[in-house]
């Protein structure tokens, strides 16, 4: 595929793309007869690294479409692009913030669920403070927030619960109590967005504790369980509600 079949991956932020579409990056602009068409040159050094994201693959003359959905950029460096689409089959992608379900041991690895096509492993010294000495405490049917380290189509997705530093950053095994479910990765990735007007009008309605996975999974925990499972509802009915809707809704909650 050349050059000439693309278009400018600028021209198509917010519009639908299907597998198969080239998006051509911004390197420089050349006048034809046509007017200005977005072309790649190897002579042209790069302002920034540029990420591409999920659904998105890089090819000889940019970025390949492989998954249906809206075309996402985010600016800042040399940018990131990614397709928004509402699949609901996760497909780990390294530095990925997951959920998983402890299902087995094996020797000195764990085996997680994650959602995806094959279990994750993750390592026992994969936990701040672990040694072989001191080894955490993990049994089978715990959840586990972690992080993809090794996630690609030709090796087992593996994770760990430390960050580079070492620490720990919030990740290692949730509480016993509270709700786990599951909602669509598009919901997920609005949840996760900075200020989330969702987040921020439930935390108004009730004091709770909230980890979101980016496989689709999310783990609560309110003060009693009445209000765990008002919260759940509430997360689960937000993907099909506009924000007036949302409003009314948590309006009548907070004045009961």
Partial sequence: MTAEHGAAAEALVGQVVLPGDLLLLPAHYDEDAEGER????A?????????????????????????CGLLRHRPGGGGAYWVDSQ???????????????????????FRLDVGGSEPASLSYLA????????????????????QFV??????????????SSGKSSGMGIIGQDGFLFKVSLGLIRK????????????????????????NGRIWVKAKTVQQTLIIVNILEACEYMTAE?????LAKLSGN
Avoid at 150 to 163: G, L, R, S
Avoid at 195 to 213: M, T
Wanted: glycine share 12%; hydrophobic share 40%; proline share 6%.
């Fill in 191 to 214: 949840l996760l967005a900075p200020k989330c007007e969702i987040i921020q009008e439930l935390s108004q309605l009730y004091p709770f504790e909230l980890v979101l996975g980016m």
């Fill in 43 to 67: 002579g042209t050094a790069p302002q920034g690294r540029l990420l591409c994201g999920p659904g998105l693959r890089r090819s000889g003359a940019g970025l390949l479409v492989t998954k």
């Fill in 87 to 109: 699949q609901k089959r996760y497909v780990p992608v390294k530095g990925d913030h997951v959920i998983g379900i402890v299902t087995a041991k094996a020797g000195d690895v």
């Fill in 38 to 41: 977005l072309r790649l040159s």
């Fill in 150 to 163: 090794v996630a690609n189509k030709d090796m087992e997705p593996e994770m760990v619960c430390i960050d």
């Fill in 245 to 249: 809707q949302r409003k009314q809704a």
């Fill in 127 to 146: 936990f701040e403070g672990a040694t072989k000495r001191n080894r955490p405490n993990v049994q089978v049917g715990d959840l586990i927030y972690g």
